[in-house]
């Protein structure tokens, strides 16, 4: 059975900091893996989708990375801003059922201006 | 990108009674999926809605609980019956596939709570 985790629980920055949030998973026959950001009372907003062949996503701030041999991907954030504040969710697809996700429990983030 | 929308977005339900969640998707998706978030938990998948037949429930989840209905590949709803305080969360629609590749979109989510 997948196990997505991801640390830390929650981190707390000042403005401008690059930072990296990190997930791991136990199965690595993965189909894709994804970043979401979750804002308070919200929905998900998907940041990034890694296919399993590839080792790395960009998009504007943002660079998620993706060793699949390892279990591994990492979020990194580039000169923080307080609009970045969000809990962060990492999930992943098995092959079998592509598109179902299991989720990691989230990295809440906080920027301080 | 997809324009996924969830109603009712709150609610606050009385033990007992059962409550209907509509998802709309302004796209012919291929998939559709519906999951829960407890509070301060992260999201479990409920079940995968199926256009025209029975949908594929997680282990965990069953039927009765939670029946589930897509009569076309835009609209699916999800319905909490005979609710209990533990049934208080957000319920997620989500889509992919067809137009929409790989990539997975949620819709805002519906906070039900159970009195």
């Known amino acids: 059975k997948q196990e997505v985790t991801q640390i830390p629980a929650a981190l707390s920055v000042p ?99 | 990108s997809a324009v996924i929308s969830q109603k009712p977005s709150r609610d606050i339900c009385q033990r007992g009674t059962s409550l209907t969640i509509q998802c709309q998707v302004d796209s012919q998706v291929t998939m559709m999926f519906w999951y829960r978030q407890q509070p301060g938990q992260s999201l479990t998948l409920i079940a995968t809605a199926n256009q025209g037949s029975e949908a594929t429930y997680e282990s965990g989840f069953v039927i009765d609980k939670f029946p589930i209905s897509r009569p076309n590949l835009t609209f699916s709803t999800l319905t909490v019956s005979n609710m209990s305080p533990e049934d208080s969360s957000i319920y997620l629609c989500s889509v992919g596939g067809g137009p929409l590749g790989n990539t997975i979109y949620f819709g805002e989510g519906s906070w039900l709570t159970v009195v």
Do not use: H, M
Request: glycine letters at 10%.
């Open chain 1, 15 to 113: 403005e401008g900091e690059n930072l990296v949030l990190n997930c791991s998973f136990t199965d690595s026959a993965i189909y894709n893996l994804q970043w979401f950001r979750q804002d308070p009372g919200k929905g998900l907003t998907s940041l990034l989708l890694i296919q399993s062949s590839q080792r790395e996503q960009t998009s504007g701030r943002l660079n998620a990375s993706l060793d699949k041999s390892s279990g591994r991907s990492t979020l990194y954030i580039a000169a923080s801003q307080p609009g970045d504040s969000a809990t962060y969710l990492c999930a992943v697809s098995g092959i079998q059922g592509a598109q179902k996700l299991v989720f990691g429990q989230g990295t809440r983030l906080t920027i301080n201006p």
